[in-house]
Structures are given as structure tokens and as C-alpha cells.
């Protein structure tokens, strides 16, 4: 009988080591993300992240999802999408009566949130072809003996024969 008593407190203590090493501390959830613990308690405290239990200690300890969850909310705002517009996704996921009216709502915001993507990813080509420009035209002035400024480069004939400049020429003239 007390060997069948050891052996059901072994297994426990090693159910319980074994479910704890798949438990993260915060400070681990931020170095898996990337991010300080401040935003992992923030995505917390905004019902975008659980946590899984409490440690002996009173510390909060997370599944990996956590992490790759705030991992993934910073993809997003790194891409331009704000928090209040990931919340929405994350809320209709996880509240939405049914499966159905869930993914209803789901596919709604990020289908809103691939056209902000789409328009940004416009956006920046244009930037790029507006930035290519101006290199073709800065190297133009490569050589130049006279002393930059506004009133001499716009009399410059590399300037003056344009029609327009590139934003980026326009923006340091």
C-alpha cells in the first residue's frame, strides 16, 4: 500500500512539474514575442491574452499561445493596424453566440483589415517608385560645384528641365 501511495504521489508531482514546464512566466512570454512584460500585461488587462494559472507565488503563467499571440498583435501594429482593430477580431471571435455568426464576424474585420493592408502596401510602392526617382535624379548631381540650396538647385538645368520633382526632392529643397 505504500509503495501504491508513492507511486500515485510521483505521478503527481511529475503531472504537475510536467504541466508547469509547459507553463510560461510572463518575462518568458515577452522574450518569445519580442516584447517588454508592460505589453504582455497590457494585451492582459485588454482580454487579449489569459492567463492559464497562478503560480506558489501569486505569478501569472501562460500556455505558449500567449506568446505567439501577442508575437502575432505585434505583426499586425507592426504592419499599421491598430490595437482597437485587432481587439474587434479577437472579440468576435471569442464572442460570437455561435461558430457561425463567429467567423460571420470574424471574416468581416479582417476582410476591412486586408484592404487597409492592400492600400498600404499601395502606398508604400508608390513611396518607393517616388524614392527611386529621386535617386536617379541625386545622382545626376554628383559632380555639382555649386553650393546646394533651394534657389540653386531649382536653377539647376538637372531640376529646372522637370516637370515635377519626387516628393523626396521636394521635401529637402
Known amino acids: 500500500?505504500?509503495?501504491?501511495?508513492?507511486?500515485?504521489?510521483?505521478?503527481?508531482?511529475?503531472?504537475?512539474?510536467?504541466?508547469?514546464?509547459?507553463?510560461l512566466k510572463i518575462g518568458e512570454v515577452a522574450a518569445r514575442a519580442g516584447v517588454t512584460v508592460r505589453?504582455?500585461?497590457?494585451?492582459?488587462?485588454?482580454?487579449?491574452?489569459r492567463e492559464a494559472d497562478r503560480s506558489p507565488g501569486g505569478f501569472y503563467l501562460?500556455?505558449?499561445?500567449?506568446?505567439?499571440?501577442?508575437f502575432y498583435i505585434q505583426k499586425l501594429k507592426e504592419a499599421g493596424?491598430?490595437?482597437?482593430?485587432?481587439?474587434?477580431?479577437?472579440?468576435?471571435?471569442?464572442q460570437g453566440p455561435t461558430g457561425d455568426?463567429?467567423?460571420?464576424?470574424?471574416?468581416?474585420h479582417l476582410r476591412r483589415e486586408k484592404e487597409v493592408l492592400e492600400q498600404r502596401v499601395r502606398d508604400y510602392q508608390r513611396l518607393k517608385a517616388e524614392v527611386e526617382e529621386a535617386l536617379e535624379l541625386?545622382?545626376?548631381?554628383?559632380?555639382?560645384?555649386?553650393?546646394?540650396?533651394?534657389?540653386?538647385?531649382l536653377s539647376c538645368g538637372v531640376?529646372?528641365?522637370r516637370e515635377r520633382l519626387p516628393l523626396p526632392i521636394q521635401a529637402i529643397l
Open 138 to 153: 541625386v545622382a545626376q548631381c554628383r559632380g555639382c560645384e555649386m553650393r546646394p540650396s533651394r534657389e540653386t538647385c
Open 101 to 108: 455568426r463567429a467567423a460571420s464576424e470574424v471574416e468581416r
Open 1 to 23: 500500500k505504500e509503495i501504491d501511495n508513492y507511486v500515485i504521489v510521483r505521478f503527481t508531482f511529475l503531472m504537475l512539474t510536467a504541466n508547469e514546464k509547459e507553463l
Open 39 to 49: 505589453t504582455v500585461r497590457y494585451y492582459l488587462e485588454r482580454g487579449l491574452i
Open 81 to 94: 493596424l491598430a490595437l482597437r482593430d485587432i481587439e474587434a477580431v479577437y472579440r468576435a471571435r471569442h
Open 159 to 161: 531640376f529646372a528641365a
Open 62 to 70: 501562460f500556455t505558449p499561445d500567449a506568446a505567439e499571440t501577442v
